[in-house]
């Protein structure tokens, strides 16, 4: 399997769950951002929903965190969620 074949496995992955936690499932961006075995995603959501996306005290990111960590795992790479914060919106 290609790097950008296991981009596209955990960036669907991570898109799957997003949707499944947001109100505005239009404005949900993921993207991804290879460097060498470590792919960096960056979910963006609408400002409204950032809070759903952390959850309280970053349990939720937590848990996305952890689930990407152990599909990366098993397809042998390293990967990052980042999470824009859009306080100044």
């Known amino acids: 399997m290609d790097q950008r074949e296991v ?7 991570l898109l799957c769950m997003v949707t499944a936690l947001v109100d505005k499932e ?13 792919i960096m995603f960056e979910a963006d959501v609408a400002k409204e929903d950032v809070g759903k ?3 309280r005290n970053g349990k939720t ?9 152990a599909a990366s795992a098993k397809l042998r790479v390293r990967s990052i969620l980042a999470i824009p914060d859009k306080k100044g919106e």
């Open 7 to 13: 981009e596209r496995i955990l960036e669907d992955m």
């Open 26 to 38: 239009d404005e949900i961006t993921i993207s991804a951002h290879p460097a060498g075995s470590t």
């Open 53 to 55: 996306l952390i959850g």
């Open 61 to 69: 990111a937590g848990a996305l965190r952890h689930i990407l960590g």
